[in-house]
């Protein structure tokens, strides 16, 4: 599956799979809770308190900081738990990609959906994660026999997301970014070659890279929300490569 195809296509059936969390009941690996991290002291939630007036400079235009989103290893329990769903439908599904369940905000801590293949059903299928892990199939996979050799296999991701967000996030903010009203981020471990629609989106996406995109609130435009300014940090899964893909 193509980079394109994958996340797009991922994105909408994990953002229709949101919604529809709104319906008690309607779908069982919904979550409940929101993933808003609450203070330990307080209760208070957000990680950018800081006691500034809200006139003041510092307020109006804060520094990003790495702490206010909280990103975990993605490769633990849940992905076993998520594998393990998926291969009831699939015996031999394997691990394609994986990203955050939806664009968290600061305060909220990443929750992870994974996309898995099966060679034998030529099918995709969507590991959702929530107090339930359910599985639903996405769509066709028209991978060569050939190509399934080339897939690398979930282990060879020596770099989990929680180190990959560690160095994305400190080069961000040593770069004197402000802070982003929002965090997605994915992994994808192999794209399709009959698909070459990737140039169409804002960057052109490679396999075993994690990336995580920094979007920021534009008040005074009329972008989409899924144009809007953002600064992109991608991080080898393989070594722990850092590059900056979009500023």
């Known amino acids: 599956m193509h980079a394109l195809i994958s996340r797009r296509g991922f994105m909408a059936a994990t953002t229709a799979a949101a919604l529809s969390c709104a319906l008690p009941g309607s779908m069982s690996g919904c979550s409940p809770s929101s993933n808003r991290v609450e203070d330990a002291e307080d209760g208070n939630t957000g990680g950018n308190a800081t006691g500034a007036d809200a006139t003041s400079p510092a307020a109006q235009n804060p520094r990003f900081d790495p702490a206010s989103f909280t990103v975990g290893d993605a490769l633990g329990q849940t992905y076993q738990q998520a594998l393990a769903k998926a291969q009831e439908t699939a015996p031999d599904a394997a691990l394609f990609a994986l990203r955050t369940s939806h664009a968290i905000r600061p305060g909220e801590a990443a929750a992870w959906d994974y996309l898995f293949a099966s060679q034998k059903e030529l099918r995709y299928y969507i590991a959702f994660t929530g107090d339930v892990i359910s599985v639903s199939e996405l769509g066709k996979c028209t991978m060569k026999f050939a190509e399934w050799e080339r897939v690398?296999?979930?282990?060879?991701?020596?770099?989990?997301?929680?180190?990959?967000?560690?160095?994305?996030?400190?080069?961000?903010?040593d770069s004197a970014m402000g802070q982003p009203a929002e965090l997605y981020a994915y992994l994808i471990l192999y794209s399709e070659e009959a698909d070459t629609g990737a140039e169409a989106y804002t960057y052109v996406d490679e396999p075993m890279n994690w990336y995580f995109e920094f979007s920021f609130d534009s008040p005074e435009s009329d972008m989409p929300s899924d144009q809007a300014a953002m600064a992109v940090w991608s991080v080898s899964a393989e070594t722990g490569a850092l590059a900056r893909v979009v500023e």
């Open 152 to 173: 690398p296999a979930a282990d060879a991701i020596k770099v989990d997301a929680a180190a990959a967000y560690e160095t994305a996030s400190s080069a961000a903010a």
